[in-house]
């Protein structure tokens, strides 16, 4: 369970000097994207050798500046999200805030005097195929001459598609600081084309300064072939992202009334949605959890619209996939890590026909569990050194 919120107090930081590198403090790490609109919360599933917090959205700026003022010393970062309002542009690459002589180095800076370890620039979304607008991203960002800096590239998942992905490792090696992408799309990003998973992976392995936000288990599939550093979200509106202008699609089921946790179940390796879990255990044993906050409880029982559900669901969500950050982590970099990773996954697959048949459900039941696309992909594409 989380702690309670901080106390209130007036802290006393002091700006972070600007030379001291990023990538050091970041590299190797899963951090936890959380939502800005609630008062942050010390989350004791999150590992401290391995994890880290990233705040997002407008309320950012404060909730960094409590957590760490409260003692938080871990990596810290603020995503200020500038890409679900502002569209990059050849023009405005970045948005800033509005002030007449605002810059980029002064946009950074102030996140710094919030207490971040590493500053995040305000890049809008890139759209497929805005060759200008993500060429104008880097020429700017080699202007940067802080090394406390990560250059955020929202882009649209197709740009991880065949026909762009070589422009975008193009791009991304011209950039001379460490890059942190963000996928864009309604819905699962990885299940935009087929290539997707296979293309994040090359682009990961070519350029090991790139890491990968605001994800969901893309984030550990992308650490174990070689990305800088990965962000998971605590929700599922952190997990994901979608375009300016756009509002957030949702499934048939889970259209109007309250709002209920998604639950990462450990053996299957997905995240469902807590009104489903109901439905399907309604008359059977759930599948249960071991980790620290569930300690062999169902995990059907977050069905509840409470923040206190909310919150232990998404510990149990941390706790599980921060011990596969370990795992991953205890292995060597390359072929052993991968493998790992590729029969962590593939033992999940065959675990989804087990789960059915206790279920006395057939394979292709809708009332059942449907293995996901990125999931059976992750189990099968070849491992390579």
């Not at 702690?3 to 899963?30: E, H, M, W």
């Not at 509005?98 to 620039?121: N, P």
């Not at 706790?319 to 596969?324: K, Q, R």
């Not at 593939?346 to 279920?359: K, P, T």
Request: net charge neutral; proline share 8%; aromatic share 6%.
């Amino acid at each position: 369970m989380a702690n309670p919120p901080f106390p209130g107090r007036t802290p006393a930081l002091r700006i972070l000097d600007a030379s001291v590198p990023a990538t050091p403090l970041l590299q190797g790490r899963v951090l936890l994207h959380e939502n800005a609109n609630f008062i942050p919360q010390m989350r004791s599933p999150l590992n401290g050798d391995l994890g880290g917090i990233i705040m997002t959205g407008e309320m950012a700026g404060e909730r960094a500046f409590r957590l760490r003022a409260s003692g938080y010393d871990g990596p810290l970062l603020i995503d200020t999200a500038a890409y679900t309002t502002h569209t990059a542009t050849e023009n405005e690459p970045f948005l800033l805030d509005g002030d007449l002589f605002a810059t980029v180095d002064t946009e950074l800076q102030m996140q710094k005097a919030r207490g971040v370890s590493a500053a995040l620039t305000p890049t809008g979304y890139i759209p497929p195929g805005a060759s200008k607008a993500l060429k104008a991203v880097m020429e700017q960002s080699q202007r940067i001459e802080r090394v406390d800096t990560i250059v955020h590239l929202p882009i649209d998942t197709a740009w991880l598609t065949d026909e762009y992905v070589s422009q975008l490792i193009a791009v991304c090696t011209r950039i001379p600081h460490p890059k942190a992408l963000t996928l864009s799309r309604q819905f699962d990003p990885m299940e935009q084309a087929k290539n997707v998973p296979a293309n994040l992976r090359r682009v990961v392995t070519e350029r090991p300064d790139v890491g990968l936000l605001r994800s969901d288990l893309a984030a550990l599939d992308a650490l174990a072939h070689g990305a800088l550093f990965s962000g998971v979200g605590a929700d599922s509106a952190r997990r994901h992202s979608i375009p300016p202008g756009e509002k957030a699609q949702v499934s048939k089921g889970n259209q109007g009334g309250p709002q209920y946790p998604s639950v990462l179940l450990p053996s299957l390796m997905c995240f469902k949605g807590a009104r489903s879990l109901d439905r399907i255990y309604m008359n059977d044993p759930p599948m249960t959890c071991a980790c620290d906050v569930c300690d062999g409880r169902g995990l059907d029982r977050f069905y509840d619209a409470s923040g206190e559900a909310r919150r232990e669901s998404e510990d149990h969500n941390i706790s599980s996939w921060s011990s596969w950050v370990i795992e991953i982590t205890n292995r060597k970099p390359g072929l052993e890590r991968k493998t790992w990773w590729r029969d962590r996954c593939a033992a999940a697959v065959e675990q989804y026909a087990l789960e059915n048949q206790r279920l006395g459900l057939s394979a292709n039941a809708k009332a059942g569990f449907q293995v996901p696309a990125p999931l059976r992909t992750w189990a099968t594409l070849p491992v390579t050194s």
